[in-house]
């Protein structure tokens, strides 16, 4: 044990620099406050119905909450038969947030520059550039836990991965394993997606060498070694895997129904939302210069030496009057400090100046063969950030490439950029230390200084002959502003102005800044080559470097300020008086409709009421295509009854009020129909319940004519269906009826995992009305039941079990194998 912790006390004693460097950086954390309190709002109103019956000990795989009605796997699910739901639950018990995953991205980046065979300081070094590029943070001020989740587990992958190529066969295809199936169960499928797009460059690459040397035998080897890995990782995960596929297509992100009056494609997203965040060309120099572009889209860096607040001095306001007015500005479109062609950006993509600099340096000196798949890569990833700026390429993938389609913010594919950036950089510091003859890295050392300081100078010197400083829109913003001052649009223009200058300001500060860490990591690297100072003595600093580096920027966008008090979202969230009248309404499963929020935004309702809206990414794309087509331009009072609506709340524009009405036409839970009414298509269907009576009339799509054999409807008068038990995954009803019926039920129609039964044995239902179900009622009295038991749940789970297993068995037999090794 003692020689154990001898032989790695350099990574123990780095693993403690790494917490005590998240201990002071995330200080409020560890003092019990978080970030992100709005997304924790919006998930929890998502979530209400199934924590509700989580905290009963219930699960719940369907939810009526939002939307009508959806999976509630797709929100929330325990997944508890994949190891991959423990290890999260253990690094969420140890940490605090977001503290576990900035472990997880230094020590997955540590493990990967270490297999690079990189000193430990450097390796640190490495991990500390990765982790602190600045789009990590803002996606940790931000709430997305997700996505940088999924981020944290680029290096290690690609550190397994290269561990099995060097014929490491069954310790790097047990870390790929683990480490993939942790990369899936993050289920950010869009950051797997773009990682996926970089392996298939590296293995391309790897081929070729292994054609070109002739070690095609042990290429292949570790290309099945490395199948079984990803083979291992998508049983670990089947359950999320399976039911996420089988949903994919019946969700929002799913193929259009309609062929007309649509904005959506026939399949995938629209392309305008998949770019809306498109990075600019030119926006790629924020990589080295962070406020190149006016860095976040508000205007709170403005202070009292700012222009813009001293135009606002110069017309009389008061310094305090003055600053305020300044930090507003960023309200009006066009006149934000970033004045990119994004809608708005929380930050740019800073990879750091003695990262970009030995980039550089990389790019020249660099012989390791994965030079061409790290430029590759960040070529790639680059131009397909560009979206909309550079449509040829953008395009090709948009509609050829399996999957792409489905994303959007396109920028967010320079993840993968950040990490190949300080690969390739500490790549060049390898390089030194292992080239003998130091001459000619001396001269290549020196044209990185010229080519790296020199386009610093230039943007420090004369950025306003470079760079335009201001938006597209700043005209629309000028005219608005003018409008609120009255028509003074003279005054608007010289705010205007000020802002401009203001931009170049912020951005001659950091090119400075930059061309100050620029020469210090040449004046380094010049003492290392030159054996004015040691590999300790380089490895520490640059180590020291780039943690100051990045810190500094970073502080302006993850601040102490940005945690909050942790609070019950109960307590945050108020009822309001209409709101508390409804909920003494016993009827466990009606709808409701707020005219004053937006169906699609509507994080507020689903706390109190099972509300017509809601807010997922996930919808189910009929629903979403519902709510365009009947309640964009007015509101189809016959859906909301369809749809058991059975209160509608307004809200006084004045005075905020709300207040609400009973819709006395609601349908109920089910009915049964007089009349069903066949349709040839989707469109026709949604054309035929714009104006029809719900109560009377089913619209039933042609290809569900076989499931209605009785079509004598509507001669039993006293006729009833009654919904006697409800759980939100399985609903009971009662029904009687002198004569066979067509039910209508107000619930959303998935056939994947509903099964219906009546007296206990399996029967067939359809589809009616565009979204909900309906079914043929035999004649007399019957016990109805729709129950939720999807297989790609609850069989994937036992897959996942099994995956688990293996995996355990095959991380142990690789430890097993390098402790035999080694004694």
Not at 455 to 469: E, G
Not at 656 to 672: D, P
Not at 700 to 710: A, E, P, Q
Request: aromatic letters at 14%; one cysteine or more; proline letters at 3%.
């Amino acid at each position: 044990m003692n020689n154990w912790f001898k032989q790695n006390g350099i990574h123990l004693a780095i693993i403690g620099i790494f917490l005590g460097i998240c201990f002071f950086y995330f200080t409020p954390a560890f003092n019990g406050k978080t970030l992100g309190q709005s997304d924790v709002v919006g998930a929890q109103s998502t979530q209400k119905e199934i924590n509700d019956y989580k905290a009963k000990g219930t699960t719940i795989l369907w939810t009526n909450q939002i939307f009508g009605g959806m999976p509630a796997y797709q929100i929330w699910a325990p997944y508890s038969a994949s190891i991959t739901t423990w290890v999260i639950k253990a690094v969420q018990a140890i940490f605090p947030n977001p503290v576990g995953t900035v472990m997880l991205l230094m020590l997955g980046a540590y493990l990967l520059f270490c297999v690079l065979k990189l000193n430990p300081w450097l390796a640190a070094a490495g991990a500390i550039a990765f982790t602190f590029s600045s789009y990590n943070i803002i996606l940790l001020v931000a709430g997305h836990a997700n996505q940088a989740f999924a981020i944290a587990f680029f290096a290690p992958i690609l550190a397994g991965i290269i561990l099995t190529l060097r014929g490491k066969y069954l310790t790097g295809g047990a870390l790929t394993a683990f480490f993939l199936a942790m990369e899936i169960k993050s289920n950010h499928i869009q950051m797997t997606y773009y990682l996926l797009l970089a392996l298939i460059i590296l293995l391309g690459i790897e081929l070729y060498h292994a054609v070109k040397t002739k070690t095609t035998p042990a290429f292949f080897k570790a290309l099945a070694y490395l199948g079984g890995a990803l083979l291992l990782a998508i049983m670990v995960n089947a359950a999320v895997l399976w039911s996420t596929a089988e949903y994919s297509k019946d969700s929002y992100r799913g193929q259009s129904n309609l062929t007309k009056n649509t904005k959506e494609p026939k399949n995938g997203l629209d392309k305008e939302y998949a770019y809306q965040w498109s990075q600019g060309v030119g926006e790629c120099f924020t990589f080295l210069i962070p406020n190149m572009y006016g860095g976040g889209s508000g205007t709170e860096t403005l202070d009292q030496s700012s222009e813009t607040v001293k135009a606002f001095v110069a017309k009389g306001a008061t310094d305090e009057q003055a600053l305020n007015a300044a930090q507003q500005i960023s309200n009006f479109q066009g006149l934000s400090l970033y004045w990119g062609n994004k809608p708005g950006t929380s930050g740019p993509w800073y990879f750091g100046a003695v990262i970009c600099f030995l980039f550089v340096f990389g790019l020249l000196i660099v012989k390791n063969r994965l030079k061409w798949w790290i430029l590759g890569t960040v070529l790639l990833t680059m131009l397909l950030s560009f979206g909309r700026n550079l449509p040829f390429l953008s395009d090709l993938f948009f509609n050829y490439f399996p999957l792409y389609n489905k994303f959007r913010a396109v920028e967010s594919i320079l993840a993968v950029a950040s990490l190949c950036f300080p690969i390739l950089a500490f790549l060049a510091i390898q390089e030194v230390i292992n080239t003998a003859d130091k001459t000619v890295i001396l001269k290549k050392l020196m044209i990185t200084l010229y080519i790296v300081g020199g386009v610093t100078l230039l943007f420090l010197a004369i950025p306003d002959s470079l760079l335009a400083f201001h938006p597209e829109d700043q005209a629309m913003g000028i005219a608005n502003l003018g409008r609120a001052l009255n028509g003074d649009t003279a005054f608007a223009t010289t705010i205007a102005n000020a802002l401009t200058r203001d931009r170049i300001a912020l951005e001659r500060a950091d090119a400075f800044r930059t061309l100050i860490f620029v020469l210090i990591t040449f004046g380094l690297i010049w003492a290392f080559i030159k054996q004015k100072i040691n590999l300790t003595v380089v490895s520490l600093a640059l180590f020291a470097l780039i943690l100051i580096d990045m810190w500094q920027v970073d502080k302006r966008y993850l601040k102490d300020s940005s945690f909050q008090d942790k609070v019950d979202v109960d307590a945050l969230v108020k009822p309001r008086e209409v709101d508390q009248f409804i909920q003494r309404d016993t009827d466990p499963d009606y709808r409701v409709f707020d005219t004053s929020i937006g169906l699609k935004q509507d994080t507020f309702n689903p706390f109190f009421h099972k509300s017509v809206g809601g807010y997922s990414a996930a919808r189910l794309k009929r629903f979403d295509e519902l709510i365009d087509n009947q309640f964009t331009n007015s509101v189809n009072s016959n859906v909301l009854d369809m749809l058991n609506t059975k209160y509608i709340i307004t809200t006084d524009p004045k005075t905020q009020t709300a207040s609400m009405h009973v819709n006395s036409s609601a349908c109920g839970h089910a009915w049964f129909v007089k009349k069903v009414t066949f349709v040839d298509n989707a469109d026709q269907e949604m054309q035929a319940i714009t104006a029809f009576s719900p109560k009377d009339e089913a619209m039933v799509d042609k290809r569900f004519k076989s499931m209605i054999t009785d079509q004598q409807l509507g001669g039993d008068t006293s006729a009833k269906i009654l919904l006697t038990d409800y759980q939100p995954d399985h609903m009971t009803y009662q029904s009687t009826s002198a004569t066979g019926q067509i039910a209508v039920f107000s619930e959303i129609y998935y056939n994947k995992g509903w099964k219906m039964l009546i007296d206990g044995k399996e029967s067939p239902y359809f589809r009616a009305d565009y979204v909900l179900r309906a079914a043929q009622i035999p004649v007399g009295n019957h016990k109805v039941e729709f129950i939720f038991h999807p297989a790609s749940y609850y069989t994937g789970e036992k897959i996942s079990l099994a995956g688990s297993i293996l995996l355990v068995l095959a991380l142990g037999g690789a430890a097993y194998s390098g402790i035999k090794k080694k004694q």
